[in-house]
């Protein structure tokens, strides 16, 4: 198992330089009712660049749900991007606004990793009735920013809606993108929809398209054999229905929280998880130490909501043969312990719905059980070629706080809720050894390591305390 050492950071750091938009579509997600209109100024965005240390490796959304060219500043704020982040930064665009061939031109110039740009269809008479723009420029900003992009190789990704509106010509429609625009992505998406909100918009309503409507575009456009369309066309009529009918469906249990920051065009934030809102101002001088901070709160209680109760719990163990594979093991800030990866489901097929999947860590006595929540895992399902395949990612996290510097084991298995006995299948990592799986000899897992155990392995580590951290920091390659 390798331990690779980290900060936590923002997955995601989602902003936007305006909370306004030029067009009306009909599909729009925002509700316009709520916003005053506000463009972010030079200094707010120069604060908002501060953070990008704090940003993981991938996503900075410059602007995300409104349109940035409604801000007079944003190409001078494009000019503003720090050279070695530009690569992880994109913004969407709807090409509304009459824009100057300079300012174009600075877009494509930008050299962020990608620039979207939102299309519906080459249809005037379609464009406005699905934008609600009787005048627009976008036609014309379309060609120039094609000819601009060639000449910078900017990255196009195009996002469409697919609607009744659109989809007797999509076939089309792709394959004009396609040959105009050459983007690396074409996105297809069917409006996501918030019931309510979508059910007071008659319009969008008559425009969702049924399964079987989706499944004929595709096939069609599929036709032509492009390998660079990503389909999101999970809302369809009959979702939309259902769920008018009974609002609130049964969720499953969610998936590791999304550390995003989401970031307003007036300088406040928000740590955008699923249960805990604070507001921050970017403007604060002190803002880093306090996001660094908030981080450190919100892994605490994220750890806390993985943890299982263990009163009254009876633990048997068996053996399993099934492997468990780990794509991401990482010890954040020197206490949460979190760790990704997947495996065949083996739960006992009698009590397979109430039973719960648990990672065991045992150190100095003391036990820490942890869930390991599903992780839906295309890629696995891909590999293997086995549709029915389910359920086989998982994520787990344990707070280590106030944990001894001893040697540890880690073990996985079933929880059943019906009689509150934990099944322990798998012995997912020992400290002792360094080594996954169960160990050769003895056949049965050692219930603790025993002190000539931890001799021996001071002794190959050249005498060094391994300790819990110690042992973890050992393995641990520093990004
Ligand atoms: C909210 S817009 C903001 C950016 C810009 N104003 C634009 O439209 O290009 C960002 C992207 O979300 C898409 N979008 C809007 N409403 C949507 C919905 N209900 N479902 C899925 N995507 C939506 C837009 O088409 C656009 O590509
Ligand atoms: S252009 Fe974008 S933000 Fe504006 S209304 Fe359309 S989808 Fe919404």
Redesign the pocket.
């Known amino acids: 198992m390798n331990i690779v050492h980290g900060h936590k950071q923002f997955d995601l750091i989602n902003a936007d330089v305006t909370n306004h938009?030029n067009?009306r579509?009909f599909?729009?997600?925002?509700d316009w009712e709520e916003f005053k209109p506000f463009n972010m100024d030079i200094p707010t965005f120069q604060n908002l660049l501060r953070l990008l240390p704090m940003m993981e490796s991938k996503d900075f959304l410059i602007?995300?749900?409104?349109?940035p060219t409604i801000n007079p500043q944003f190409y001078d704020m494009l000019d503003l991007l720090p050279e070695e982040y530009r690569s992880k930064m994109y913004f969407?665009?709807?090409l509304v606004t009459k824009i100057a061939d300079s300012d174009i031109e600075r877009m494509c110039r930008a050299n962020v990793d990608h620039i979207?740009i939102?299309l519906e269809t080459y249809d005037p008479a379609d464009y406005e009735v699905i934008t609600g723009m009787k005048h627009t420029h976008f036609f014309e900003n379309l060609e120039r920013i094609a000819e601009y992009g060639r000449k910078y190789h900017t990255d196009f990704h195009v996002?469409t809606?697919l609607t009744k509106r659109n989809a007797a010509y999509f076939r089309e429609l792709v394959k004009r993108v396609h040959e105009e625009l050459a983007p690396s992505v074409h996105e297809i998406?069917t409006?996501?929809?918030f019931v309510e909100q979508t059910a007071s918009k008659p319009e969008l309503v008559q425009e969702l398209l049924t399964k079987d409507e989706i499944k004929a575009v595709r096939e069609d456009v599929d036709s032509l054999g492009y390998t660079h369309l990503y389909w999101d066309t999970r809302f369809t009529k009959e979702n939309f229905e259902k769920l008018e009918k009974n609002p609130e469906p049964h969720r499953k249990a969610s998936n590791r929280v999304h550390y995003q920051l989401r970031v307003n065009a007036d300088g406040t934030a928000r740590i955008s998880n699923q249960k805990y809102g604070k507001q921050f101002d970017i403007n604060d001088p002190d803002i880093i130490g306090q996001l660094e901070k908030e981080l450190i709160l919100l892994q605490e209680r994220e750890a806390a909501d993985y943890l299982v109760k263990e009163e009254g719990l009876t633990v048997q163990t068996r053996r399993s043969d099934a492997p468990f594979h780990f794509d991401n093991v990482v010890l954040y800030d020197d206490r949460f312990l979190f760790i990704r990866g997947w495996t065949m489901n083996e739960a006992d097929p009698a009590h397979e719905k109430d039973s719960e999947r648990i990672a065991v860590l045992e150190c100095g006595g003391r036990r820490i059980i942890s869930q390991m929540r599903t992780e839906q895992r295309k890629d696995i399902v891909e590999f293997f070629g086995n549709p029915d395949m389910r359920d086989v990612g998982f994520t787990t996290l344990f707070d280590l706080e106030g944990m001894q510097e001893e040697p540890f084991k880690l073990f996985s298995g079933y929880l059943y809720e019906e009689d509150h006995r934990a099944e322990i299948l798998h012995q997912l990592y020992d400290s002792t050894s360094g080594e996954s799986g169960w160990p050769a000899e003895p056949a049965a897992p050692a219930e603790h390591t025993s002190a000539a155990d931890e001799k021996a392995v001071q002794e190959k580590d050249g005498g060094k305390p391994s300790g819990l951290l110690n042992r973890l920091k050992r393995v641990v390659k520093r990004r």
Request: charged residues 10%; glycine residues 0%; proline residues 4%.
């Open positions: 938009c067009a579509c599909f729009c997600f925002n602007s995300c749900w409104f349109e969407t665009t709807n979207n939102s996002i809606m998406r409006p996501f929809f």
